[in-house]
């Protein structure tokens, strides 16, 4: 599977540069993307990965190793969906799906994501790059019904989602 749509030869690059990193480098760029300490291990513990795919496999066995604690704090990082955080770019560009949306919608959004709060003790985790506003509403609604261990493991791939467009960006976005 190495003929990933965004593979390049800076990829490549970036890839060998943060296999290289220092452990504390490795570890602030890894809690970029997810902010559980224990994901970031897990993750930097499988380096170095060869390609692409093998740091995103890092990602995805390093999610299924992860317990409801560190779910709690894998979600910690993000945002409620509809109120991205201000002045962070990832935050609003994951969640651009809610920009130009009429108050009504923003409304049910953030009665949805407060009713989800109470029921399961954590926000509403959605893999919302590409998602409208209704959308994920839609989908808020159809899991608030879930349980807690279904919810969990719904929230276990969605995250793992964020975290592969997140690994991806990582490699593909020139250095700052």
């Given at each position: 599977?190495?003929?990933h ?15 290289a990193a ?14 559980s300490?224990t ?16 740091l995103?496999?890092a990602?995805s066995?390093?999610m299924d190793s992860?317990?409801?604690a560190?779910?709690?704090d894998?979600m910690?990082?993000h ?7 201000a002045g962070?770019?990832t ?13 009504a919608?923003?409304d049910?959004?953030?009665e ?6 109470a029921?399961?003790g954590h926000v ?6 590409g ?10 609604r ?13 929230v ?6 964020i975290n ?9 976005e020139?250095?700052?």
């Open positions: 599977m190495t003929n749509p965004h593979a390049s030869v800076d990829a490549a690059g970036a890839l060998t540069a943060l296999a220092p452990a504390a480098e490795l570890e602030r760029a890894l809690l970029e993307v997810c902010s300490p994901w970031a291990a897990a993750v930097a513990g499988r380096r170095p990965w060869s390609d692409r795919e093998a995103l496999a990602n066995a390093a992860l317990a409801v560190d779910l709690d894998a910690a990082g945002a409620r969906i509809g109120k991205p955080k962070d770019a935050s609003e560009r994951e969640q651009a799906g809610i920009h130009g949306v009429d108050q919608l923003l049910d959004l953030r949805a994501n407060a009713a989800y709060e029921k399961f509403f985790l959605i893999c919302a790059t998602r409208t506003a209704a959308t994920m509403l839609a989908a808020l159809e899991r608030f019904s879930n349980d807690a261990a279904t919810e969990a493991e719904i276990r791939g969605e995250l793992r989602k592969d467009i997140r690994l991806n960006r990582l490699l593909d020139p250095a700052a």
